[in-house]
């Protein structure tokens, strides 16, 4: 009877003790995957509530991207996206362990013909390195009805970009005040234009081997964009 006793206190005791609960990484946290010698910074958006997590997953081709199926167990994370690359939508699957500041990603396609991996850190943990564009992209745009190709050969150093752009004149033209603030990156040059110098001024979002750019006049008065691919 003593035996039975111990053991249905130890039965009582246990029901007691608090519930594991599942880990809360509710908040923002960013990271940088390299994808084709290019470092893409990411962010996500995580809102934990009991073991599902919801949230979306900013810096893919297709920005933000909600977060599918998210779901926590013990010290592992996982869900999934949808994410548009090249006209053809791609589910890409995200898996993680979870440490005290940081995540430590495996993620890429359902399939597996694609996959890399990333470390995301609580925001304020630690500083986000810039993305590296350092390379050729080219690209092209309309202007008065003739398609117009440029070609960017840029230099980033953290987030400070140096380099040119060929195409707007008979020599490559110096970009100025390049800089890179998370996925975005902006630079102004000068073009000469039936004897008048105009200043453009660029900004453009960081992609996976492209940029976006929407550049134009500083005062607004001309405008276009173009998607410049890494060559």
């Not at 791609?90 to 996959?115: C, R």
């Not at 890399?116 to 850190?121: D, E, G, Q, V, Y």
């Not at 960017?152 to 033209?173: C, H, N, Q, R, W």
């Amino acid at each position: 009877m003593r035996a039975i006793g111990r053991l249905l206190g130890l039965a009582l005791l246990l029901c007691m003790l608090p519930m594991a609960r599942a880990a809360d990484v509710s908040g923002t946290w960013q990271g940088s995957f390299d994808f084709q010698g290019t470092s893409m910074p990411l962010t996500l958006n995580l809102k934990v509530q009991d073991a599902a997590v919801t949230g979306t997953v900013e810096g893919l081709p297709t920005t933000p991207a909600e977060i599918h199926d998210g779901k926590i167990d013990a010290d592992s994370v996982s869900f999934w996206v949808n994410s548009d690359y090249q006209g053809t939508t791609y589910k890409l699957v995200f898996k993680g362990k979870i440490a005290a500041d940081a995540i430590d990603f495996d993620f890429g396609t359902e399939d597996g013909s694609w996959g890399t991996s990333f470390t995301a850190k609580r925001e304020g943990a630690a500083t986000q390195a810039p993305a590296d564009i350092t390379g050729a992209w080219a690209g092209s745009f309309d202007f008065n009805g003739n398609t117009v190709p440029v070609t960017f050969k840029l230099k980033s150093d953290g987030a400070t970009v140096t380099g040119t752009v060929e195409g707007l004149g008979p020599a490559p033209i110096e970009i100025h005040e390049g800089k890179i603030d998370g996925g975005k990156v902006t630079f102004w040059l000068n073009v000469d234009y039936e004897g008048q110098t105009y200043a453009l001024q660029y900004k453009g979002t960081i992609k996976p081997a492209e940029i976006d750019f929407d550049f134009g006049t500083a005062d607004g008065s001309w405008g276009s964009s173009l998607t410049a691919k890494k060559s």
